[in-house]
């Protein structure tokens, strides 16, 4: 149920409607928007007296809400939720891209923080960079651990960028919460119920994969039990689905885009890293992904591709990184946005 109170109505009427809210053993969300002031009253519907909440002060209307997810909705907040990350508060989800670039593994201290510099002058707010890898192969390189998350924390404070890295276990949570500006979920652990809560309660920004068979509301309703914890701070990301082609090692449907509008406040951005699995294609699907209205992209560059630990073949070069970017401004103002 969303609670719409007057526009002018003052905090008292806002903290009168919570109370009823409580009192009836459900979970209040309030969203301040420019306009209006909504409280969301999240929880069993049977507790619900509509009545009651329809004729306190100030209260305009009071509406169900339609989605499975009700915090993540749109129904519940109109305006795009922005998110502020890191060490430099950038923004994820305004009118400005938020670029996030780095390998896919961390690999060592003096590469990182040679591709960190690069992405960095280049335009990109954020370095990622995996310590915790989810491989497919166990005898696969799994990522150099809390010596990767030192790394990029020194990364980051030689260059000011925020730091993306994956949060792969619930027993790690305190680690790399203590090293990250954003927590991200990957595409293997978007239904790992227990981890999102876990990642939701550190209050740290957490970039949520989709899934890669999962649909669109199950992706919605995996980003809800992370804000049912009262974190709003999510970014959801595209990173490719599983379909029959080979040409491509994940398809990259773009329509995620303005469907997540559509749905959702919540920002999107785009992995066409992992979307497409081939260096060669990942800046015009950056591109298309701007075109498409994405909020950010986050992008893997390695210096030296051919040898990376992990994802070489779909890593791009910090000087193409660069290239990319330049007609990135070129696209982004084509359609209102800017790098
Ligand atoms: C990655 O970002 O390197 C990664 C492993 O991502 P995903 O979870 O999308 O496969
Ligand atoms: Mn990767």
């Not at 619900?48 to 209260?59: G, N, R, T, Y």
């Not at 066409?272 to 294609?281: C, D, K, N, V």
Request: proline share 4%; hydrophobic share 40%.
């Amino acid at each position: 149920m969303i609670v719409v109170m007057n526009s002018g109505c003052e905090q008292s009427h806002v903290d009168h409607v919570v109370e009823l809210v409580q009192q009836m053993g459900l979970r209040e969300h309030v969203i301040v928007g420019t306009d209006r002031t909504v409280v969301a009253a999240i929880g069993d519907k049977r507790n619900l007296d509509m009545s009651a909440v329809e004729s306190a002060p100030m209260v305009d209307r009071v509406v169900p809400i339609l989605a499975a997810y009700k915090v993540a909705s749109k129904e519940v907040k109109q305006e795009p939720t922005v998110v502020r990350v890191g060490p430099g508060n950038a923004q994820i989800g305004g009118n400005k891209l938020a670029m996030i670039a780095g390998p896919c593994s961390v690999e060592d201290e003096s590469r990182l923080i040679e591709v960190a510099h690069a992405v960095k002058e280049a335009g990109a707010i954020g370095l990622r960079g995996g310590a915790f890898k989810p491989r497919t192969n166990p005898y696969s390189f799994q990522g150099l651990g809390e010596t990767g998350l030192k790394y990029l924390a020194k990364a980051r404070e030689a260059t000011g960028l925020s730091v993306v890295t994956e949060l792969m276990s619930i027993e790690h949570v305190k680690l790399v919460a203590e090293y990250a500006d954003v927590l991200q979920i990957g595409t293997r652990n978007m239904h790992n119920f227990n981890l999102l809560v876990a990642a939701g309660e550190t209050g740290k920004p957490i970039m949520l994969k989709r899934g890669w068979s999962a649909t669109l509301d199950e992706f919605l309703l995996a980003a809800e039990y992370i804000m049912n914890t009262g974190n709003k701070n999510v970014i959801l990301c595209e990173r490719g689905i599983r379909t029959h082609e080979s040409y491509v090692r994940n398809t990259l449907p773009l329509a995620i885009i303005p469907a997540v509008k559509h749905k959702s406040h919540l920002p999107i951005v785009i992995d066409p890293s992992q979307g497409t699995g081939h260096a060669y294609m990942v800046p015009s699907m950056s591109l298309a992904s701007i075109a498409a209205g994405a909020d950010g992209l986050i992008i893997e560059v390695h210096t030296d591709p051919e040898h990376a630990l992990t994802d070489g073949a779909q890593s791009i070069t910090p000087e193409t990184f660069a290239q990319f970017m330049t007609d990135a401004a070129r696209v982004a103002s084509a359609v209102g946005r800017s790098t």
